[in-house]
C-alpha cells in the first residue's frame, strides 16, 4: 500500500512543494514512480526509479527517498503545475498507485 | 513517435463482456524490453493498475481482477486487447493502455487518451 501526503497542498507561486509517498513495505530496487495528472488528461510521467526524470520533464522537479519513503519535490511552484500527483510502486506485483496528492495555487 | 489509442463500448450492461482494443503506433510489441500496461481510473478517484503484458507474451495481473481480466496482443500485431467479464457498475471508469519498456523499469511512460466506459443497466 501506498500512502500519499497531504490530500492536498495550496501554495503560491514561486514556492517550494513537497510531496510524500510511504510504502507498506520497503519497495523493490527502489521502483518508485510519479506521475502528474491534469484535469481531464492522461496521466504523464515524470520520474522513474526514484529520481530519474523522464523525457522532457524541467529540472525544477526532484525525486528523492529509498526503502519506504520517498518525496517529489517542485522547487518554483508554477501555475501550470496545478494538477494531482501519484506515486506508482514497480518493484513487485501487483504494482499499485498512491491515493494521490493535489497541488493547488494560492 | 510513440502513440496508443483504446477504443472499445462507452456502454456496457452488468454481467457483460468488456472488451477494449489497444492500438499501437511507432512501436512493436515484438520488440525484447517493451510492454503495454492497463490503468483504470473510476470517476474521482485514483488511478488503478490492472495489468501488463510484455513482448515475450509474458503476463501480470491485479490479483483483486484475476479471475476476470485477461490481456492478449491481437488480432493485428500493433494492436492489445483487455477483455474483463462479468462486469459491474464498479468497473466503470476510464480505461488507458500505455507504452513501457525496460528502460524506465516498466512503468507506463506514453498513455494513450484513455476510452471512458460506463456500467450501467
Known amino acids: 500500500v501506498l500512502t500519499q501526503s497531504p490530500a492536498t497542498l495550496s501554495l503560491s507561486p514561486g514556492e517550494r512543494a513537497t510531496l510524500s509517498c510511504r510504502a507498506s513495505?520497503?519497495?523493490?530496487?527502489?521502483?518508485l514512480a510519479w506521475f502528474q495528472q491534469k484535469p481531464g488528461q492522461a496521466p504523464r510521467l515524470l520520474m522513474y526509479r526514484t529520481s530519474n526524470r523522464a523525457t522532457g520533464i524541467p529540472d525544477r522537479f526532484t525525486g528523492s527517498g529509498s526503502g519506504t519513503e520517498f518525496t517529489l519535490t517542485i522547487s518554483g511552484l508554477d501555475p501550470e503545475d496545478v494538477a494531482v500527483y501519484y506515486c506508482h510502486q514497480a518493484g513487485t506485483s501487483p504494482r499499485t498507485f498512491g491515493q494521490g496528492t493535489r497541488v493547488e495555487i494560492k | 513517435q510513440i502513440t496508443l489509442k483504446e477504443s472499445g463500448p462507452t456502454l456496457v450492461s452488468p454481467t457483460e463482456t468488456l472488451t477494449v482494443t489497444c492500438s499501437l503506433s511507432g512501436f512493436s510489441l515484438s520488440t525484447p524490453k517493451v510492454g503495454v500496461g492497463w490503468v483504470r481510473q473510476p470517476p474521482g478517484k485514483a488511478l488503478e493498475w490492472l495489468g501488463l503484458i510484455y513482448w515475450d507474451d509474458d503476463k501480470r495481473y491485479s490479483p483483486s481482477l484475476k479471475s476476470r481480466l485477461t490481456i492478449t496482443k491481437g488480432p493485428s500485431e500493433s494492436q492489445v486487447v483487455l477483455t474483463l467479464t462479468n462486469v459491474d457498475p464498479a468497473d466503470t471508469g476510464t480505461y488507458y493502455c500505455?507504452?513501457?519498456?525496460?528502460?524506465?523499469?516498466?512503468?507506463?511512460?506514453?498513455w494513450g487518451p484513455g476510452i471512458s466506459v460506463s456500467v450501467s443497466s
Open positions: 513495505q520497503s519497495v523493490t530496487s527502489n521502483y
Open positions: 500505455a507504452h513501457t519498456e525496460g528502460s524506465v523499469s516498466y512503468v507506463p511512460d506514453v
